[in-house]
């Protein structure tokens, strides 16, 4: 790692707000654009593979527009919202909550006692195989490249498999020293079955065995995502700001 991308580990705390930030730089997936840390840390990082920007404090327009040309999403946390929107034309603005669970949450014996362990005959909770993905043509593209991307990258993804079909997919979107923020999809077709439930509960069971603990981000029109996320515990710790580059 190289000393730039140390010092901005060194400025941004391992909490659930800067997950994103730190996951990037410690997976060597990401880049500082541009840093200040005095008085405080000012800037931008990028992550290329999956076109998504942090935007740290309050960096100057020249920053902010340089950020606007690479990425397709960019965060930043809400109380600096509108200083970035001021430099993202292009971009349309959503806020989101991140939540994480209690600190007293057992993971492990959530998951045991959880009645969607039964949810169906036939299901199984595994990790994603490659082979997985060859011999189902009916993923969704963009949902296909992202899983193939992130098992490219070595990321342990989890999955609910259905008579060996996998359904329901969850894996860790960044992971920093002691967190992990989650990324979980269902096919269609597989919806509102309680395979998605049962998907986290799996993820998080086996990320808890490595000292990981979960943090989910939704944005506030993402109702199903909110609902689930409070069915599983998970409370508001902070708030971020979502841009997205306008089609």
């Known amino acids: 790692m190289n000393q730039i991308n140390r010092l901005v580990l060194d400025a941004l705390p391992d909490l659930a707000l800067w997950v994103e930030a730190r996951g990037m730089l410690l997976s060597g997936r990401g880049r500082v654009l541009d840093i200040e840390l005095i008085p405080e840390a000012c ?25 606007s040309e690479l990425a397709e999403e960019i965060l930043c946390p809400i109380e600096n919202a509108e200083h970035v929107a001021a430099a993202l034309l292009l971009y349309s603005r959503e806020d989101a909550s991140i939540m994480q669970t209690p600190a007293n949450v057992d993971f492990v014996n959530e998951y045991k006692n959880s009645d969607t362990a039964s949810v169906e ?56 020293e002691s ?18 439930e049962l998907c986290v509960r799996h993820a998080m069971t086996e990320m808890w065995k490595k000292g990981l603990e979960p943090v989910w981000g939704a944005v506030s029109s993402n109702t199903a995502s909110r609902r689930l996320a409070a069915k599983l515990g998970f409370e508001e710790v902070c708030r971020l700001s979502v841009f997205t580059r306008e089609r």
């Open 43 to 67: 800037g931008a990082v990028f992550q290329e593979d999956i076109g998504l920007g942090f935007v740290i404090g309050t960096p100057e327009e020249e920053i902010l527009f340089q950020l």
């Open 179 to 196: 967190l992990w923020d989650i990324s979980i999809d269902t096919l269609a077709e597989y919806r509102n079955r309680g395979f998605a």
């Open 121 to 176: 005959n036939n299901i199984e909770c595994r990790k994603l195989e490659l082979s997985d993905l060859r011999e189902d043509p009916g993923i969704p593209d963009l949902l296909l490249e992202e899983l193939k991307q992130e098992l490219t990258f070595s990321t342990d993804i989890y999955c609910v498999a259905l008579e060996n079909r996998p359904v329901s997919f969850c894996y860790p979107a960044s992971t920093s």
